[in-house]
């Protein structure tokens, strides 16, 4: 399953872009009516005519509004699985919080413990001590015993009528202390009881500071935020943000109406601009939006065009090898058998080319770069030739020198790739807008920079150079110009398509 999520997300990049695209550009639209409706406020036209106006673009940024609300609702249906299974981890911690309350059993284990000490224990006046004994068993569950052990032989146990006063407060009024066990079990029982009598009693004591903890059992103010409140809310998204950009832009809408409907002109003026402002909000947020997307998708497609080219330089680099071996061998002693593994040579070379195709489709699918996809089809020719020339036995320098050409420019390229790769995790990292032209939408960044593709055209136009002089110094020695007509001829072709890619990059910027 998540396999086809990962395989499927480049789909939903794709129509998240068009439909974030599309929210832009009619919220671009909204905001120039609004714009051009706040002109005519202020330059003193008819309000009446202003005020239906107005209550138009208010319904149509309503219906860009509630297309967002849709989209966040089926995004929410999509996570509300997730959000079920995180709940049990959550309920753990529930349970841990209530079982101070749930202490109850060990109430009842140490019943019978005030039961021994009664001689001791002026308390059975109580008749509720399973109330307040309930707080203080969470402290010290073993120190009734104490106590009670200590009170025969320690005449400081005298002031225990003190403790009938914690909880007694009782015999002072005796009603109050038929309400005071349920309000003294929460707090201010608690810290009176232990911090008097047991202070001075047993040192063991020390360890009654966490009887302050059947505090949170009430929860009026102990607990520790986060702990059994509500989770602090999750900050918002930026289509959340630009919602919410764009409500309040639409409420300004509709005070500006109603201004106008009051003939009141300058405190409509006042709402259409402030509508204006959270408009141009909202498309800041969207835009945003879609440049993520747009870097999430390019992060994909240089990763996967890096890959498919570093296969085929792998593929390419031992084929390199290979022929270089088999040129080795004389001619005089070329048989059958060089026929056959020049034969197995060519089988390889084009399941090179055919990356070279799905390579090319990839670049042309994507449509932003230019001098890429010519230097691939390029690359893809010459396997392609040197395939035929394997195929024929053509075993030579000229067989050799062209596979050291197409290596140089796989590994041309793949550099240039990773350096894409670089620049666009810095970009990211540091929450940079991409340098695009001017005018150009964040979803339309090309995939490689301009410089990196006049950079590559330097080094095509650099190896060819050097590949005719080659093939000038082969000419020179063997005097035949037969065989390297046709690559002679496709030079000339390699030069003049990279003469025309270098004027589209430079007509474009210049756009």
Do not use: C, H, W
């Not at 088999?326 to 059958?336: C, E, G, T, Y």
């Amino acid at each position: 399953m998540t396999l086809l999520l990962s395989e499927d997300r480049p789909r939903r990049i794709r129509d998240e872009k068009d439909r974030v695209d599309r929210m832009i550009k009619e919220l671009k639209l909204v905001e120039r009516l609004q714009r051009s409706t706040r002109a005519r406020t202020e330059n003193g036209l008819d309000l009446d005519p202003l005020s239906e106006e107005q209550q138009r673009i208010a319904q149509r940024a309503e219906k860009v509004r509630e297309g967002m609300k849709d989209e966040d609702a089926d995004e929410d249906s999509t996570a509300e699985p997730q959000a079920t299974e995180g709940e049990p981890s959550e309920s753990p911690e529930g349970d841990d919080s209530g079982k101070p309350q749930n202490g109850e059993p060990t109430p009842s284990r140490d019943a019978p413990q005030p039961d021994d000490s009664k001689p001791s224990d002026g308390k059975p006046a109580d008749g509720k001590p399973s109330e307040t004994g309930k707080p203080g068993d969470d402290g010290g569950e073993e120190k009734p015993d104490s106590e009670s052990g200590k009170a025969p032989s320690a005449p400081d146990d005298a002031p225990k009528p003190d403790d009938s006063d914690p909880d007694g407060s009782d015999p002072s009024d005796s009603e109050a202390g038929d309400s005071k066990p349920s309000d003294g079990k929460p707090s201010e029982g608690m810290p009176s009881d232990p911090s008097s009598p047991s202070d001075p009693a047993d040192p063991s004591d020390a360890g009654q500071p966490s009887e302050p903890q059947p505090a949170p059992p009430g929860q009026p103010s102990g607990d520790p935020p986060g702990e059994s409140g509500q989770p602090p809310a999750t900050p918002q998204s930026p289509e959340q943000q630009a919602q919410q950009q764009l409500q309040q832009a639409i409420e300004n809408m509709r005070q500006a109406r109603e201004e106008l409907d009051r003939s009141r002109r300058d405190e409509a003026v006042e709402q259409q601009q402030q509508a204006e402002e959270n408009l141009r909000a909202a498309i800041d947020r969207l835009e945003k939006i879609l440049r993520q997307l747009r870097e999430e998708e390019m992060q994909r497609e240089l990763a996967r065009l890096e890959a498919r080219l570093r296969k085929m330089a792998q593929m390419q680099a031992k084929l390199l090898d290979d022929t270089k071996l088999l040129d080795s061998i004389p001619a005089s002693q070329r048989d059958r058998q060089f026929d056959v593994r020049a034969g197995n040579l060519a089988f390889e070379e084009k399941k090179i080319v055919m990356e070279a195709d799905r390579a090319l489709l990839l670049l042309r699918e994507e449509g932003s770069s230019v001098a890429f996809p010519e230097v691939v089809a390029q690359i893809r020719d010459d396997m392609d030739r040197v395939a035929q020339r394997l195929t024929g036995s053509k075993v030579d320098a000229v067989t050799v020198g062209i596979q050291e050409d197409i290596l140089a420019a796989l590994e041309e390229m793949i550099a240039a790739l990773q350096k894409a790769q670089r620049d666009l995790e810095q970009q990211r990292q540091q929450e940079q807008p991409p340098n695009g032209q001017p005018g150009q939408s964040p979803g339309d960044q090309p995939l490689v920079e301009q410089i990196a593709e006049l950079k590559l055209i330097r080094t095509m136009e650099t190896r060819i150079l050097a590949t005719t002089q080659r093939y000038r110094k082969i000419l020179d020695d063997a005097g035949d110009a037969a065989d390297l007509l046709p690559l002679v001829r496709d030079l000339a072709e390699r030069q003049g398509n990279l003469y025309r890619i270098t004027r589209d990059i430079v007509q474009q910027r210049n756009e």
